[in-house]
């Protein structure tokens, strides 16, 4: 499956298992840095990591100090591949920027739930597309 006309925040491109979740991510509160792991017990990733995944959620919530927080996770190797939004917002864009972070937001009729939880995703920002190997 192709999801084309996304709209390109961060350009480049990453690939990866498909980590979904509908709950927005506080990147300094819920996210370990050191091993990319969510470690906030009431979000729907707890215990997961978003070492080497596409990421796609809703938008970022918290400081924006959540954007050096992204950063980290690219320091430690631990960041996404890839992040997909629903709409990226200024923490989002501005922490995958500084992280070479590719990141594109979904075509507004297109649901999060498009993209199948461990699907493998392919984004290519500068395209405008996702790829999804079923």
């Keep these: 499956m192709i999801i084309s006309n996304c ?18 991510i506080n990147f300094l509160a819920m996210v370990d840095a050191k091993t990319g792991v ?18 796609v959620f ?10 050096y927080a992204i950063f980290s996770l690219r320091e430690y190797g631990t960041a ?7 709409k990226a917002d200024i923490t989002t864009a501005s922490g995958c920027a500084i992280a070479s972070i590719p990141v594109v937001d979904l075509p507004q009729d297109t649901p999060l739930s498009a993209i ?16 999804v190997k079923v």
């Excluded at 969510?38 to 990421?55: F, M």
């Excluded at 996404?80 to 629903?86: H, Q």
């Design 7 to 24: 709209k390109k925040i961060v350009g480049g491109s990453g690939e990866g298992h498909a980590l979904v979740t509908a709950q927005p």
């Design 38 to 55: 969510i470690t906030d017990s009431r979000h729907e990733l707890y215990n997961k990591s978003l070492k080497g995944a596409v990421l």
């Design 58 to 67: 809703p938008y970022a919530v918290g400081s924006s100090v959540g954007a």
């Design 80 to 86: 996404p591949s890839a992040v997909v939004c629903s």
């Design 116 to 131: 199948k939880q461990g699907a493998v995703a392919a984004v290519q920002a500068d395209e405008g597309k996702i790829i």
